[in-house]
């Protein structure tokens, strides 16, 4: 549950840092795995983590796929506070560190090193190793574990989000006119655009399902009185009933 809530964490933060809501739906997030037991342990909890974070897959990879790149630095407070005069050789260690002595510090959590003087042991805490950003991802590292994030919206992902966010919107407006959970509605949605009413003809009959709407219709004009949802991207025009 540990791992879960921290790939959790760095997915909500990759969204918020590319601002992408969590009710739009995204296909996948890459996480590296160096050992076969943490691929379990996150496997154990991966629909936990789909839904939380509102992904549609979780796919494993190995840094040897070329599809991450590691960088690394040296941790200067923490190498000053434990090798003081030594703190330059020792960084200058870490700066020469190549991908695959990236991974074995990932995976072993400790790195054995030769200094002038002798061996040194290195840890998590003395390096700051980030992932590089490539094309179509976001992506974020924490104390070994990296996740990445593809931010590609496709038709499909943005039609099932205008859906999401609509069921939003018909919610706050059901609680407005005080109906109860229980009440059944009518719901009248004018046309807006082609992306627009594809999403909601495609994804109608999961809206209606969620805000207890009996009558579903997206139809060319409202008549009488139509309430305004602002979508943030787009208004809609709207008219719902107790049934």
Known sequence: MDLAQRI???????RKKEKIKVRQPLSRILIPVLNPAIKEQISAVQELIKAEVNIKAIEYIDDTSGILVKSIKPNFKR???????KMKEVANVIQQ??????????????????????????????VIIEAKEIAGWSVA????????????ITDELRHEG????????????RKDKNLEVADKISVQIQKLSNEVDTALEKHKNYIANEVQAL???????LNGNAEEIDMEDFVLKVKIGKI
């Open 79 to 85: 190498l000053g506070e434990i090798y003081k005069a």
């Open 8 to 14: 959790c964490s760095l997915t909500h933060a990759l």
């Open 97 to 126: 560190f190549s991908q695959t002595d990236i991974n074995r510090l990932e995976r072993e959590g400790l790195f054995e090193a030769q200094i002038s003087d002798g061996f040194i042991t290195l840890t998590m805490e003395d």
């Open 215 to 221: 009558s579903f219709e997206i139809i060319p004009t």
């Open 141 to 152: 590292s924490d104390k070994g574990l990296t996740v990445a994030l593809d931010v590609t």
């Open 162 to 173: 205008i859906a999401r966010e609509l069921v939003n919107r018909l919610q706050n407006l």
